[in-house]
C-alpha cells in the first residue's frame, strides 16, 4: 500500500489572500483559514475551540484565490501537508506546517464580483456549492517560497 497525505479542511478566511508573483512567474496566494471545532465537557457545558491553518495555492488556483476570496468567505480545500524549516537571522531552526491547496470550493453565496457574461444570472442560494477548482499539476521549488 502506498502513502497518503490527504488534507480536507471547510473554514472561513482570516484575512484577504495575500498575492505574489515568484521572479519565475509563477503565482501564489498565501492565506489563513480558522475552523472550528465544538464539544461538550464532562458537566455537559459547550467548549468551542478555533485552529489556524496556512494555507498555499499556486498557478491558477493562486490567481482565483486572489481575485475572488476575501476576509470571512467559506470555503473548502484539499490538498496535503507540507513543512518547510529555514534557520532565522540568529541561527535557530523554525518550521512552518502549510496546506497546499490542490482542489478549492467556495461555499455559501457569491461575493459582488460583476459578471462578464451577457444574460440575467442565475440566483444564488446562501447554501449552494459552487464547483470546485483543481491546481495546476506543475511542481513548485520550495526554495522559491519567498516568506
Known amino acids: 500500500m502506498g502513502d497518503l497525505n490527504k488534507v480536507m479542511l471547510i473554514g472561513n478566511l482570516t484575512k484577504d489572500p495575500e498575492a505574489k508573483t515568484l521572479p519565475s512567474g509563477q503565482s501564489l496566494s498565501n492565506f489563513s483559514l ?83 457574461s451577457s444574460g440575467p444570472s442565475k440566483p444564488q442560494s446562501q447554501d449552494e456549492e459552487l464547483p470546485i477548482i483543481q491546481a495546476d499539476e506543475e511542481e513548485i521549488n520550495i526554495e522559491d517560497i519567498p516568506f
Open 34 to 116: 480558522a475552523t472550528n471545532r465544538t464539544w461538550k465537557d464532562k458537566d455537559g457545558s459547550k467548549k468551542e475551540q478555533a485552529e489556524f491553518h496556512n494555507i498555499i495555492a499556486w498557478g491558477k488556483l493562486a490567481e482565483i484565490c486572489n481575485q475572488y476570496l476575501k476576509k470571512g468567505a467559506k470555503v473548502y480545500i484539499e490538498g496535503r501537508l507540507q513543512t518547510r524549516s529555514w534557520d532565522d537571522q540568529n541561527g535557530v531552526k523554525k518550521y512552518r506546517t502549510e496546506i497546499i491547496a490542490e482542489n478549492l470550493s467556495m461555499l455559501g453565496a457569491r461575493g459582488t464580483s460583476t459578471s462578464t
